[in-house]
């Protein structure tokens, strides 16, 4: 909280007036390689977000289990329960691995070659677009997945199951237990953290730029930077505002604001909230107060 009130005293930045076409970007013959590529793997977001949200968990089965150690009946329907449950967790995590992958490619089409960060956006509104869509889905993700206590509670009652009937030496059950040791323990690691997609994509965005030492880091946190204030002065602007077909195009961009900054926190050097910064935080504070507080409160927090 220090940080965002001292930096509300920030001399005002210079305007950075680009509308991106979140809505209708299509890509340009240059873009089509990179843009089919992701566009594989997003398409599959939407309906892991969808299964998240309605992911119940087994803990009635599991405390009726927990309650009955002695019942095979009980013990049997936790783990009929839990089964199905852990391969949609299996597959949100393998999905956070294939936004690994290609998070690095759409990086390298919008922080190298001779453009600078506003000619970028400017000219491959197709992949920032993209790019958004991604840091969406991760602050959504990490949404669902900390109000929701059942997912480590599933997960951690699978792996004692399995730990006891290995112990017990049931090695008929191996079929079902469906998950590679190793890939249990990487599961466990990514559950266990309170924001686990924006773990990946920090890490993925850090890694590309020790990977890519030909590129200075700046290229980097200075693309995150200005897309944050493009977003913020599209907000802004009234005839920006004027020109958007959805209502949710607004929530949509703030929300893309605040993964921006955050990712940028995770990337630069020095952070986001200091005065050298390439971010604005004191406007997209104030544009953040200026939202409803049903849509901004939670995006105020997650700066904080």
Same mark, same amino acid.
């Given at each position: 909280?220090?940080?965002? *009130?001292?930096?509300? &005293?920030?001399?005002?930045?210079?305007?950075? =007036? /680009?509308? +991106?076409?979140?809505?209708?970007?299509?890509?340009?013959?240059?873009?089509?390689? #990179?843009?089919?590529?992701?566009?594989?793997?997003?398409?599959?977001?939407?309906? /892991? *977000?969808?299964? $998240?949200?309605?992911?119940?968990?087994?803990?009635?089965?599991?405390?009726?289990? /927990?309650?009955?150690?002695?019942?095979?009946?009980?013990?049997?329907?936790?783990?009929?329960?839990?089964?199905?449950?852990?391969?949609?967790?299996?597959?949100?995590?393998?999905?956070?691995?294939?936004?690994?992958?290609?998070?690095?490619?759409?990086?390298?089409?919008?922080?190298?070659?001779?453009?600078?960060?506003?000619? !970028?956006?400017?000219?491959?509104?197709?992949?920032?677009?993209?790019?958004?869509? /991604? $840091?969406?889905?991760?602050?959504?993700? =990490?949404?669902?997945? %900390?109000?929701?206590?059942?997912? @480590?509670? =599933?997960?951690? &009652?699978?792996?004692?199951?399995?730990?006891?009937?290995?112990?017990?030496? @049931?090695?008929?059950?191996?079929?079902? %237990?469906?998950?590679?040791?190793?890939?249990?323990?990487? %599961?466990?690691?990514?559950?266990?953290?309170?924001?686990?997609?924006?773990?990946?994509?920090?890490?993925?965005?850090?890694?590309?730029?020790? =990977?890519?030492?030909?590129?200075?880091?700046?290229?980097?946190?200075? #693309?995150?930077?200005?897309?944050?204030? +493009?977003?913020?002065?599209?907000?802004?602007?009234?005839?920006?505002?004027?020109?958007?077909?959805?209502?949710?195009? +607004?929530?949509?961009?703030?929300?893309?604001?605040?993964? *921006?900054?955050?990712?940028?926190?995770?990337? !630069?050097?020095?952070?986001?909230?200091?005065? #050298?910064? !390439?971010?604005?935080?004191?406007?997209?504070?104030?544009?953040?107060?200026?939202?409803?507080?049903?849509?901004?409160?939670?995006?105020?927090?997650?700066?904080?």
């Amino acid at each position: 909280m220090g940080n965002l *009130l001292r930096l509300l &005293y920030r001399e005002d930045p210079p305007k950075h =007036d /680009i509308f +991106v076409d979140f809505e209708n970007a299509q890509p340009s013959r240059m873009e089509v390689e #990179t843009y089919e590529a992701v566009e594989a793997v997003l398409k599959d977001s939407e309906g /892991i *977000l969808h299964e $998240l949200q309605q992911y119940k968990g087994a803990g009635n089965e599991i405390r009726e289990a /927990i309650a009955n150690p002695r019942s095979e009946i009980q013990q049997e329907k936790a783990w009929d329960a839990i089964v199905p449950l852990v391969s949609k967790l299996r597959r949100f995590y393998e999905f956070s691995q294939q936004l690994e992958a290609i998070v690095p490619k759409i990086l390298t089409e919008l922080c190298s070659g001779p453009l600078t960060p506003m000619q !970028h956006l400017e000219t491959q509104q197709a992949l920032v677009k993209q790019f958004a869509q /991604i $840091l969406e889905f991760v602050l959504k993700f =990490d949404d669902l997945k %900390m109000t929701n206590p059942a997912i @480590q509670n =599933d997960f951690s &009652y699978y792996r004692r199951t399995v730990s006891r009937l290995r112990m017990a030496n @049931q090695d008929d059950s191996e079929n079902e %237990m469906e998950l590679p040791n190793e890939l249990a323990n990487r %599961m466990s690691l990514f559950y266990a953290h309170a924001t686990p997609m924006l773990k990946v994509l920090s890490e993925t965005t850090a890694k590309f730029v020790l =990977d890519n030492k030909e590129l200075p880091i700046e290229n980097t946190t200075e #693309t995150l930077g200005t897309m944050a204030k +493009v977003c913020q002065r599209m907000i802004e602007n009234p005839s920006f505002l004027q020109r958007f077909q959805n209502e949710e195009t +607004v929530l949509f961009i703030l929300r893309v604001m605040v993964g *921006l900054i955050i990712l940028y926190d995770h990337v !630069h050097p020095v952070g986001a909230f200091v005065k #050298t910064s !390439h971010v604005d935080i004191k406007g997209c504070i104030k544009v953040l107060r200026e939202q409803p507080p049903s849509s901004a409160e939670s995006l105020l927090n997650a700066l904080r």
